[in-house]
């Protein structure tokens, strides 16, 4: 299989953080526009256009930001075991750095994704926490984070603590699946489920649309946080060379 | 015996936003032995973990013969529960499976401990348990042709002091190379350079 | 000559040093016994409320005495320096790492093992439950070991991992303490386990290819740090 | 729309605290992630605007 | 003048030494909430079975990661060789020590019993036990750090200490989590707590008035084995 | 100025069945100082914890004036994780509360160290960390009378150990006395002898 040409280019650029740098850029705004407009007209609509839920009422209008929080959480893990692979592999710097940086917005979304649920929890379950496989699996998920943050923080030397959290993401990105599936065959296995997520009914499109509305502007603003967040990496990683040392005269100047 | 055991070039290292050294280019040939100088902080320690691979945040080329290596670092990496004789047998179980213990014993008493062989290091002190450390340099001998060692004359008595004079001399004797950082000045002999770090040039 | 040199050397060392201080080998079974005395204590003592957490309660005893252990994995070495000569010459480091492992197994995972039977006694532990019980955790002590051995690697140089050494291992090892729980209770169910045993075996030998690597990359990035 | 006034909409049929304390949250955790670069970043460019200015000094003086 | 200078003097230090590694004081916390995960998932999920047990869990992993935490109270000291200049200079070691603890307990007893009516409600606690239980953490997690600490400094000079010290501390957190759960179990007959929790407050006093002068008789001695 | 610092009569010491001393018998008087010398695993390191009271495994009898005692050992005794400010200021409220920072500002410079307050110890080179550890001495001054140094020149570069020279130099002329092991001969000066440990006399 032949690999095409812009995409080797492509490859071998992003091992150069100063071209992430400069190239980034110039997607930021169109990122964060994006967002806000996509999860704007998302939560609009669900918070006032949607009907209510036959079961529910008004209360599955948190369904707007706990379920994309709740697939970011996952996506956020999937790209850092991916960019753990990439730097051991091929020891991409920059892959490192979007470990860095996405690891805490990871884990702030699955966090978040645990309180709206709670939240949410309380009118529909009647109580805020209940050992459910999704909602173990996902709290399971914010100690993997946590535990490479804290890995990271411990860690003194930038170029160790990369290896030693890509690592970590590599095992737990064999794990995630393993401990998903695991957790919910037990909890299946033990309990007929009192409560369920609710199965998919149908949904119709009057709630289904901005749902995805409201995901596709989650992912935009994941992405424009992370790139943020990694430019600063970069900085702070590159901060010998004179490429940044001329930026940073740049905006000393500026200011 | 024409291509150097250890060369570098343009080596540079910084920590912390200082420079330690850079533009640091020199070889080390079969039979010669290098003393690093420099004052306290000067980046001794920091080039020979360079050399031995601990410390990969540096520019420049390190090219080295192949075949293993002696590294002694401040530490005397010594188990201190276990005695001296069972942490040199780990040690041969690394680097030269097979060895006969009777190299061991002899090792030992090259170095000053005969009948020391049965003590748990923690209750030697610390010039004797920087010789157990030490006796790995004749039980490798030329099995490793670079030795780097980090102040290996630290706690150690006279004798002590001539004994590592004399397992250097005759490991470069053997076409052996060795790195060495000391501040105590050292008698002038032929093979034996000294390379200063952190002052410009000279003392 | 180099391969088994490597992996009998280390074994013969860490066994001497495992032997000389027997007090620790003792104590993380010290640990298991005090746990699950524990339970009773602050839970209640009869034995139809143990009885059905009675294999839950092992195995999390399992994990948490296997955890306590792990922390002086590679401590030692770290600190007296011998790591830095083990990553300088035991060139494929996975065997010297294997030994290791091998002999704090022994020293942990098997006693451990080889006492449930015991202590599953006395948590009421139903009599069909008890050998499922001893099977799985002697498939599943190895993984957990194993899976340990990489977060013991990745916090050596830390000089407080005891702690963050938990939060890393702890989620790694749900998936153990949920197969080996549920060994329990499909054998009072009077279904068959072996399915159940066979996956542990399974994540036992997958353990056993993988996680080596991953510490012996793990310590050498330890020794870096110095 | 969904509902008969403003007021109707903010008690969201009863479960107004649920649903905005919800998305109050989600607006705080985007909020953070976004702008938390550029805190970080604004103190690299003083740190590091100091420390390249205490490396010329030397130079200056020598 | 010398007293409160001891005591300030090592506040600041060991202050200072806990807010360069956010981690570490995280982590016991961490340690908490992962032991009280792992009980729904290695017992039942279900909040009927959970509820009795809530808790004698919540003390269980308040016992335990107190535990944890213990190890590295006086490691480091002993290491650094800093025990020794302690021990040489601060002559009335139980103010330093005074000093040591309440920092160690600020940041696990503390965070840890602010954190339990969250983890409670988690296992399905019963309502009326959960501030009864605060309470009692509040109470009990400083004699658990006293006892501990006795405990900790006869353990530094031994090089693997930490289980040792599991062995040595956990009989003596028995009256503490027996006292603690009970509490609980009042609470939730409806009965009045105020009596036991009542003897927790006597045992915490009795506790800060004591082990200090235990502890540095302990700490005298670890120096001298060196 | 009459008492000695230091009377030692009649001392003896046994580790592992070995005699280290016996019959040891000396006194440091005010302005006096001590050089213990003798090969490894003599006994320095043991006498020195035996005079400041960690090791109490001994017959004979140890009188000493009152007041603070200095002891520095093989370690630097220092929190890796704190600045030296930070260790030096936990120092002083131990030994001396009420000492004004900018004593400990003047201390580091006086070890070579100004510019170095904020570094984490353990960011330090071995002879950097030593000289954090010394400069323990300049702050107590006389304050304690006796100093115990165990091997006080390890790690130094010869500022360093022309700087601990001075320090003792000083300290003997405010009165104090000091008592220290080292391996390097010393140029003889007034006021300083030298003890040999474990050779029956002389070198
Ligand atoms: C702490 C509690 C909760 C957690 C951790 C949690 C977690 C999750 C996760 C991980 C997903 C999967 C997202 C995906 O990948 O598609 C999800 C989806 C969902 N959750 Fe929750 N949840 C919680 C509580 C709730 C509650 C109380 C409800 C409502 C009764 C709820 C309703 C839903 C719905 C409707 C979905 C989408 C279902 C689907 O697309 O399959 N969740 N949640
Ligand atoms: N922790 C210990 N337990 C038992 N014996 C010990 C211990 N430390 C030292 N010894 C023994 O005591 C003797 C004296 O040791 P000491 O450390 O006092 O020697 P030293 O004169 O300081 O030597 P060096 O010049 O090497 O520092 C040694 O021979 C050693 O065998
Ligand atoms: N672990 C570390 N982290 C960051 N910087 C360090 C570390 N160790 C040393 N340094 C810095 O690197 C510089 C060089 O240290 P190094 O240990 O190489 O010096 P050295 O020449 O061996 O000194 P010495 O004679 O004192 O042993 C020191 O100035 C120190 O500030
Ligand atoms: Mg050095
Ligand atoms: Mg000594």
Redesign the interface.
Known sequence: MKVPAPLVRLWHRLGSPRWFFETSAPWLPWLLGLGVVFLGAGAFWGLALAPADYLQGNSFRIIYVHVPAAILAQSCYMLMGTCGVVLLVWRMKLADMVLEAAAPIGASFTALALVTGAVWGKPTWGTWWTWDARVTSMLILLFLYLGIIGLRQALARPEAAGRACAILAIVGLVNIPIIKYSVDWWLTLHQPSTFKLTEKPAMPPSMWIPLLLSVLGFYALFVWSVLQSTRVVVLERERRTTWVQNFVAEQGSKA | MDTPLLTVRQLRCERDDRVLFADLSFAVARGAALQLRGPNGAGKTTLLRILAGFHPDYEGEVSRAPGPLAYLGHRPALSGLLTAEENLAHYLSLTAPGTAVSEITDALERVGLAGYEDVPCQALSAGQQRRVSLARLPLLGIAAPLWLLDEPFTALDDRGIALVTTLLAEHQAAGGGAIFTTHQPLAPRPGLETLWLGLEGAP | ??IP??F???F??DG??AL??P??LA??L??FV??IT??P????PESA?LA??AA??L??AA???TL??L??LFR??R????L???V???DPLVF?VLARLLVHWLGTGLPLTLLAPVLGAMLALPEAARWPVTAGLALGTPILVL?GG?GAA??V????????L???V???F??V???G??VA?LAVAGLPTAPVLAWLGA?AALALI?APF?IA??LS?????? | MNFESFSAFLAMGGHGPYVWSCYGLTLAVLLFNGLAPGRRKRRFLREQGARQRRQEQPQEQA
Do not use: C, Y
């Not at chain 3, 990035?221 to 110095?226: F, H, K, N, Q, S």
């Open positions: 000559m180099k040199g490597l009998w050397g280390q013969r060392r001497a040093l000389r201080q007090g620790e104590n993380p010290a640990f005090l746990v524990l339970f204590l602050g839970v209640s409320v059905p957490l839950g309660v195995w999390i994990l948490l005495s306590l252990g922390e002086g030692r070495d600190d007296e320096g011998t830095e000569q083990l300088l010459h035991g010297a899976l990489v990745l916090t140089s830390l000089r407080s991992g005891g702690v963050l938990a939060l890393l702890l989620p790694l749900i998936p303490l949920i197969l729980v549920s209770e994540g993988t991953a990359g793990a990035i330890a020794v870096e740090t110095g």
